[in-house]
């Protein structure tokens, strides 16, 4: 038996078809975890989870919505104004200028997505970070868009779910960036007022000031597998307290091990289980109003 014709050729071929023509460039991806190569086509399939260990890989915001929402239908909210390289901020490269290149990068204006619909048809608003876009750092555009969606999600009733994925504050913003971390804190607050639940989803990573604040503060707080979750990373606080940390620290079942987060969630099972959260939170509030 020829490993490579009798099994590597009919299995390309199943994706790809005869034709040279079909070969994409980008056939497939190499797992972070287990190293294993995995057909882009399913991985695709399997929402960016690794097949052969279960490596939960980044979703871009539409991707996560797509997953989340019925259909893939969905409404996006309308974009904050927020100020610009308030600081007229520069490192080896001007503010404005690392703005463009992500934004041209990432084909998103900043590092969040908020949008409203349906998910197992229950109205709902999602509130996405986006890694992709300088880390998911938080400024006063991630920080403004979370004031403008709880806004509207109390006017229009709706639970109100953020998915997390940061590296933190935006350095390139300074205190206005730390700002960010009350305004997401009293929003919170204002949805817990109008009785609307607000549930968490930590993805990998959510970390800084992110987690500081509104990532943690979720009436359910949800986890995707083996995310990293903390303020500062390992390394930075092996270094500070001179000693070794415990296997796993940080990690999404760490914290469940430890009463830091609700659940531990695989992507495959996270709408149904976000439906149901919504359904137990809703009952006799009236957040389940036809549109």
Not at 192 to 205: E, G, K, Q
Request: glycine fraction near 6%.
């Amino acid at each position: 038996m020829n490993w490579l014709t009798d099994f590597v050729r009919p299995k390309i071929r199943a994706f790809i078809g005869d034709s040279p023509k079909n070969v994409p460039n980008d056939l497939w991806k190499r797992c972070p975890k287990c190293e294993q190569m995995v057909f882009n086509r399913e991985l695709q399939d399997n929402l960016k989870v690794c097949p052969q260990c279960s490596y939960h890989m980044r979703l871009s915001p539409r991707e996560r919505l797509d997953q989340l929402f019925d259909d893939k239908s969905y409404q996006f909210l309308q974009e904050p104004l927020a100020l610009e390289d308030p600081l007229s901020f520069k490192d080896i490269k001007k503010y404005k200028d690392r703005l463009k290149e992500y934004r041209d990068k990432t084909a998103e204006r900043d590092a969040v997505l908020a949008a409203t619909g349906r998910i197992n048809l229950k109205r709902a608003l999602i509130f996405v970070m986006n890694f992709d876009f300088m880390g998911g750092s938080m400024g006063s555009y991630v920080g403004q868009s979370f004031r403008r969606a709880a806004e509207h999600a109390i006017r229009q009733k709706l639970p109100f779910i953020a998915v997390t994925a940061s590296g933190g504050a935006r350095m390139q913003e300074g205190i206005i960036s730390l700002m960010q971390m009350p305004v997401t804190v009293i929003s919170v607050e204002r949805l817990s007022t109008a009785r609307l639940p607000f549930i968490t989803v930590l993805t990998d990573p959510t970390m800084g000031g992110v987690s500081a604040s509104f990532a943690m503060l979720g009436d359910v707080a949800i986890a995707e597998p083996g995310a990293l979750i903390g303020f500062a990373g390992p390394r930075v606080i092996e270094e500070t307290i001179k000693q070794k940390l415990p296997d796993g620290f940080q990690t999404a079942e760490f914290l469940l091990e430890h009463g830091m987060v609700d659940m531990v969630v695989h992507r495959k099972d996270l709408k149904e289980k976000i439906s149901k959260t919504i359904k137990i939170l809703t009952e006799n509030v009236g957040a389940d109003e036809e549109l």
